[in-house]
């Protein structure tokens, strides 16, 4: 067992000054009793009071340890130690707490007992600290802060970097570019050992941010950057700002704004800032004007803005074509009957324009009416005509009469009676005001 004796009178003895080795912390270092070389001492010294861990790997036997300090007063003093595993050594520990000041490690020959042993002294508490800054792709330099004076290495791949921490314990280290995910592992150095390993990882400074159509009815702007960054969106001399989620979307409410207004968005993460990307504020596509379309029409065209797309709709089925520079569309539809409901509206990036709808109208004129035999006697004039067309009957220039062609297209004239070899003309005009051709019949 390891004795702790405090403060007991203890001399170093005969050992001049030459004779003492400074022993540096944490480095191991080797030595060997004799019967020539009884007893070796080491000095240590402490700037700082606090713990201080000695480990002896012995293959001595027997032998003697003692600590003092500068004034020879005993911190540790052990004689006559048995070492059961000399030929397998484990390590013997001493642990307690020092003042500040300078100290003697002596490893003494206890009897005839001789071999080799493995010092080293741990000042746990002198031991450097180091932190690290976040290394962007775009930086240049590691910096952070370790113990003040201490030797701080960065290393990259197989390559090395380093630099002395200031008083104040700030280090800067330069170093060439690095990739975005590139491991970079710092640790400090100092007379009492090395600091543990802090590895950080290079990061990217947030992307650009891309920005969804921003129009005059928006009550928000929208797109995509980095992950969980912070975006800002500018306009004019105020500022919004939002935070992008786990997958970079984000959505920051503003005030609706004027067509034409311009919009900065940028994003700015722990690495650095991202370019800006401006956006001009727009307007939804105008109401489409709508030129007659009639039963004799294969298309629809009118003007709303340029370059939208336009929709038309005629009961189940859409058409669509796009607006030239100059806002004119013409769009394709087969012929559709006369009162057929044809719904027209625009889309640009910036949204959808109101419905236009109109009634398909009737440009058709009814076909030539038939007529039956017309005699001197006859008091009517038959036939058929299209349906709900008005039959009107004619002498010259002279109308005898008209009627109103039924569902199914029959007619009945009342007519006063007329001569043979009269000509009388009839024609059908329906109600969209489109006149047929005129069919003559010669009185019998």
């Known amino acids: 067992m390891l004795v702790f004796i405090s403060m007991a009178n203890f001399h170093i003895g005969n050992v001049s000054a030459s004779g ?3 022993l540096p912390f944490s480095k191991s ?198 992950n969980s960054s912070t975006v800002y969106v500018k306009i004019g001399s105020k500022t919004y700002s939002g935070t992008a989620s786990s997958s970079g979307q984000y959505k920051i409410t503003i005030p609706k704004q004027k067509a034409g207004t311009k919009i900065s968005v940028y994003a700015k993460n722990n690495y650095g800032t991202s370019s800006t990307k401006v956006t001009t504020v727009g307007s939804p596509a105008n109401l489409p004007t709508v030129s007659t379309v009639s039963n004799k029409s294969t298309y629809v065209s009118g003007k709303t803005s340029n370059s939208s797309t336009v929709y038309v709709k005629i009961g189940s089925k859409t058409y669509k074509g796009t607006s030239d520079s100059k806002g004119q569309y013409k769009i394709t539809i087969p012929k559709q009957k006369a009162g057929t409901k044809i719904s027209v509206y625009a889309k640009n990036n910036y949204g959808s324009s109101k419905q236009k709808t109109i009634n398909v109208l009737d440009r058709i004129a009814p076909s030539v009416p038939t007529v039956k035999s017309v005699s001197h006697s006859s008091k009517y004039i038959t036939g058929k005509a299209e349906k709900s067309s008005t039959v009107t009957a004619y002498v010259g220039n002279k109308k005898l009469g008209s009627a109103k062609a039924d569902k199914n297209g029959n007619y009945k004239i009342k007519i006063s009676k007329q001569k043979i070899g009269t000509n009388i003309k009839v024609r059908a005009v329906d109600a969209s005001n489109n006149k047929s051709g005129y069919r003559t019949v010669k009185v019998k």
Do not use: C, M
Not at 142 to 149: I, L, R, T, Y
Not at 154 to 162: C, D, E, P, Q, R
């Open 20 to 22: 003492i080795t400074t």
């Open 29 to 226: 270092v080797s030595g060997t009793i004799t019967q020539s070389n009884p007893e070796n001492v080491y000095k240590i010294h402490l700037n700082t009071a606090g713990k201080v861990n000695i480990r002896l790997y012995s293959q001595i036997e027997w032998y003697n340890f003692s600590v003092t300090d500068g004034k020879g007063n005993t911190v540790w003093n052990d004689n006559g130690i048995y070492n059961s595993n000399a030929d397998d050594p484990k390590p013997e520990d001493y642990s307690t707490y020092f003042e500040a000041g300078d100290y003697y490690i002596k490893i003494s020959k206890y009897g005839s007992y001789t071999g080799k042993y493995d010092l080293q002294v741990l000042a746990p508490h002198l031991a450097p600290t180091v932190s690290v800054n976040l290394v962007s792709a775009t930086s240049t330099s590691v910096s952070g802060k370790a113990s003040s004076n201490s030797t701080v290495y960065a290393k990259i791949g197989s390559k090395t970097y380093s630099g002395t921490a200031s008083s104040s314990g700030q280090y800067k280290i330069t170093i060439p570019k690095q990739k975005a995910g590139t491991k970079i592992s710092v640790y400090a150095k100092n007379n009492y050992g090395t600091s543990s390993t802090k590895v950080t990882t290079v990061g990217s400074p947030a992307t650009t941010p891309t920005i969804s159509a921003v129009s005059n009815q928006s009550t928000y702007v929208s797109g995509k950057t980095s």
